[in-house]
C-alpha cells in the first residue's frame, strides 16, 4: 500500500505499510487509553481488529473518552461500537471484528491476533491476558496510568508501558507483577472504588504504545531489541525507561516456559 495517505510514513520501510495493514490486532479494554489506541491504529493504517470491551458510553467517561460523543451517552452506545465507528470513520474498509463482553468469554478470536494490546485496569486482568497472549506466542502491549496522592502532597501521576513478548521477559520477570500486589488487589476487592483518569496522560501512554507496535512491525529505528518498560512520569512531562530495567539480569522467563504453548492438551485417565 503506497497511496499518498501514507506518504508521510515511508520511513517505515519498503514493505511497512503493507505489514501494518495485514497485521490483526486485538484491542482489550476500550476506555481512556484504549480508545486513543484505536483511533492512532486507524490513522496508522491498520485494517483488522479484534475489539473486546463490556462496558457503554457514559457522561463519566466523556473526559477521557475519545471515541466518543454526548450523543452515544444518550443512546447507550457500548464502546466497541463507538469505536467501530471511529475507526471506519478513518479506514472505511478496516475489517473490525466486536466483542461487548470480557475476553475470556470469548477467547478464540484473540488467539488469531498477531499483536495485542492490553488497557485493563487491574493486576489480575493482566495476568490473564499475558498468560493467553503468551500461550498463543502473542507480542502483548501494557499500558496504564494511575495517580496516589499522600497527605497535602501534591497528587503524584504515573504509568507504564511494556511490552510483553514470547521467550522475552514477562511482566513478573520485570517486577511490574509480584504475588504481593495480586495478593493485596484480592483483598480489597470490590472496595477500590473509581481511579483518577484524565485524558493526556492516557494519550501518551497509548500514543508511545502504537509507536512500540509499529516499530515492532517494521523495524524503522532498528532499537527495539532488549526489554521495553517505559515509565511515564505525568508530574514532569517525561516518559524513560523503567528503573527496575536496571536490576533485569536477563536470562530465560522462568513463568511462561516455551514449551507450553498452544491449546492446553489433557490425558485420558
Same mark, same amino acid.
Given at each position: 500500500?503506497?497511496?499518498?495517505?501514507?506518504?508521510?510514513?515511508?520511513?517505515?520501510?519498503?514493505?511497512?505499510?503493507?505489514?501494518?495493514?495485514?497485521?490483526?490486532?486485538?484491542?482489550?479494554?476500550?476506555?481512556?487509553?484504549?480508545?486513543?489506541?484505536?483511533?492512532?491504529?486507524?490513522?496508522?493504517?491498520?485494517?483488522?481488529?479484534?475489539?473486546?470491551?463490556?462496558?457503554?458510553?457514559?457522561?463519566?467517561?466523556?473526559?477521557?473518552?475519545?471515541?466518543?460523543?454526548?450523543?452515544?451517552?444518550?443512546?447507550?452506545?457500548?464502546?466497541?461500537?463507538?469505536?467501530?465507528? /471511529?475507526?471506519?470513520?478513518?479506514?472505511?474498509?478496516?475489517?473490525?471484528?466486536?466483542?461487548?463482553?470480557?475476553?475470556?468469554?470469548?477467547?478464540?478470536?484473540?488467539?488469531?491476533?498477531?499483536?495485542?494490546?492490553?488497557?485493563?485496569?487491574?493486576?489480575?486482568?493482566? =495476568?490473564?491476558?499475558?498468560?493467553?497472549?503468551? =500461550?498463543?506466542?502473542?507480542?502483548?502491549?501494557?499500558?496504564?496510568?494511575?495517580?496516589?496522592?499522600?497527605?497535602?502532597?501534591? @497528587?503524584?501521576?504515573?504509568?507504564?508501558?511494556?511490552?510483553?513478548?514470547?521467550?522475552?521477559?514477562?511482566?513478573?520477570?520485570?517486577?511490574?507483577?509480584?504475588?504481593?500486589?495480586?495478593?493485596?488487589?484480592?483483598? =480489597?476487592?470490590?472496595?477500590?472504588?473509581?481511579?483518577?483518569?484524565?485524558?493526556? @496522560?492516557?494519550?501518551?501512554?497509548?500514543?508511545?504504545?502504537?509507536?512500540?507496535?509499529?516499530?515492532?512491525?517494521?523495524?524503522?529505528?532498528?532499537?527495539?531489541?532488549?526489554?521495553?518498560?517505559?515509565?511515564?512520569?505525568?508530574?514532569?512531562?517525561?516518559?524513560?525507561?523503567?528503573?527496575?530495567?536496571?536490576?533485569? /539480569?536477563?536470562?530465560?522467563?522462568?513463568?511462561?516456559? @516455551?514449551?507450553?504453548?498452544?491449546?492446553?492438551?489433557?490425558? /485420558?485417565?
Amino acid at each position: 500500500m503506497t497511496n499518498e495517505r501514507f506518504l508521510r510514513q515511508s520511513f517505515l520501510g519498503e514493505s511497512g505499510q503493507e505489514v501494518i495493514g495485514r497485521c490483526l490486532v486485538g484491542l482489550v479494554g476500550l476506555g481512556g487509553g484504549g480508545g486513543h489506541i484505536a483511533l492512532q491504529l486507524a490513522h496508522v493504517g491498520f485494517m483488522n481488529y479484534v475489539t473486546y470491551d463490556a462496558d457503554f458510553a457514559e457522561d463519566s467517561n466523556l473526559n477521557r473518552l475519545v471515541i466518543a460523543i454526548e450523543a452515544d451517552v444518550a443512546a447507550g452506545t457500548p464502546k466497541v461500537e463507538a469505536a467501530k465507528r /471511529r475507526i471506519l470513520g478513518v479506514r472505511g474498509a478496516a475489517h473490525v471484528e466486536t466483542y461487548r463482553c470480557r475476553w475470556q468469554e470469548r477467547p478464540e478470536p484473540l488467539r488469531a491476533c498477531d499483536l495485542v494490546f492490553g488497557c485493563v485496569d487491574s493486576f489480575a486482568e493482566r =495476568r490473564e491476558l499475558e498468560a493467553c497472549c503468551r =500461550r498463543y506466542l502473542i507480542p502483548y502491549i501494557d499500558i496504564g496510568m494511575d495517580l496516589h496522592q499522600a497527605g497535602d502532597e501534591p @497528587p503524584v501521576m504515573g504509568g507504564q508501558v511494556i511490552l510483553s513478548m514470547p521467550n522475552g521477559p514477562c511482566m513478573f520477570c520485570l517486577g511490574y507483577l509480584t504475588e504481593e500486589k495480586l495478593g493485596r488487589e484480592a483483598a =480489597r476487592y470490590g472496595a477500590a472504588g473509581g481511579r483518577p483518569q484524565v485524558v493526556w @496522560p492516557n494519550g501518551v501512554l497509548a500514543s508511545t504504545a502504537v509507536g512500540v507496535a509499529v516499530d515492532l512491525l517494521t523495524d524503522w529505528s532498528r532499537s527495539l531489541r532488549g526489554p521495553v518498560y517505559l515509565a511515564y512520569r505525568g508530574n514532569d512531562g517525561t516518559v524513560v525507561p523503567h528503573p527496575r530495567l536496571v536490576h533485569f /539480569r536477563g536470562g530465560a522467563c522462568p513463568h511462561y516456559p @516455551p514449551d507450553q504453548v498452544g491449546d492446553p492438551l489433557f490425558k /485420558r485417565l
